[in-house]
């Protein structure tokens, strides 16, 4: 079992930046592969970035690439998601999630959310 608690949301204006952290309980922080979703007002849930259980891999969705950064520290039990340039588009509840497999799917543990809304 693990525990994800976020923190980092807010309101931001276009064109700025938020950092979204996700900090995990117990020892075995680093056999989870982390990834970080979203849902939209109205929309389907959305896979956003994903880094592998060492933090050498990452992967993204093409709508945030060159923007958002996903990162890790193991020695802290924490992931991060470093979001520039925000766009309103970018407004949603932002969630991180655990899981054994690295990846776009199947995430076991999940955060409590965070909202980010973008100001156009």
């Known amino acids: 079992q693990v525990q994800l608690v976020q923190s980092g949301g807010g309101l931001v204006q276009a064109g700025g930046s938020l950092r979204l952290s996700c900090a995990a309980s117990?020892?075995?922080?680093?056999?989870?592969?982390m990834g970080w979703f979203r849902q939209a007002p109205g929309e389907e849930r959305e896979f956003v970035a994903a880094?592998?259980?060492?933090?050498?891999?990452?992967i993204y969705v093409d709508s945030v690439k060159g923007r958002f950064t996903v990162s890790r520290d193991n020695a802290k039990n924490t992931v991060y998601l470093q979001m520039n340039s925000l766009r309103p588009e970018d407004t949603a509840v932002y969630y991180c999630?655990?899981?054994?497999?690295?990846?776009?799917?199947?995430?076991?543990?999940w955060g409590q959310g965070t909202q980010v809304t973008v100001s156009s």
């Open positions: 999630a655990a899981g054994v497999r690295y990846g776009s799917g199947q995430y076991n543990y």
């Open positions: 880094i592998s259980q060492s933090g050498r891999s990452t």
């Open positions: 117990g020892r075995a922080f680093s056999n989870y592969a």
